[in-house]
């Protein structure tokens, strides 16, 4: 595998991510052997409890890596109580690949879920549905207007 095949800091990036939105395992890795690496069929596949979302048939670990990110990401709603955006132009808390790693583009604190359960999606439905504290409210504000 050459660099130009795989980008360390996007697999990183995505370990993380999925790790972060609760996941108990993370995967990549291809389907047929014997074959140049751009045709091996590269997966990537996040582990939650009861679900596994799974992309396919990339041409690199790190192209598999970047769908799987864009495919959590999409559809998820910031810790801000805004939707997720990957784009200039979208409605929403805009996140970022920066170096390795996602980011949001609002600076409201992580959610705590109490007495939830890694990986336990109704518990953080149920820490969005709570009002956000005071310092929180103002970041944004600032951000969103």
Same mark, same amino acid.
């Given at each position: ?8 800091? $996007? ?28 045709? *091996? ?25 970047? *769908?799987?990110?864009?495919? $959590? ?24 690949? $920066? ?9 409201? *604190? ?36």
């Amino acid at each position: 595998m050459t660099a130009e095949h795989m980008n360390s800091d $996007i697999i990183r990036a995505c370990a993380d991510l999925t790790d972060r939105a609760g996941a108990s395992r993370f995967e990549i890795g291809y389907l047929h052997d014997d074959v140049p690496a751009e045709e *091996a069929g590269w997966y990537a596949h996040a582990q939650y409890r009861g679900t596994r979302i799974i992309v396919e048939d990339h041409r690199s670990p790190t192209a598999a890596a970047l *769908a799987l990110a864009e495919r $959590i990401l999409t559809g998820g709603m910031c810790r801000c109580r805004q939707p997720v955006t990957l784009s200039d132009t979208g409605e929403g808390c805009r996140w970022r690949l $920066i170096g390795d790693r996602w980011e949001p583009g609002c600076d409201v *604190a992580p959610l705590a879920i109490p007495g939830g359960q890694r990986g336990d999606h109704a518990a953080m439905a149920a820490a969005l549905a709570q009002p956000m504290n005071r310092a929180d409210r103002r970041r944004q504000q600032r951000r969103h207007g």
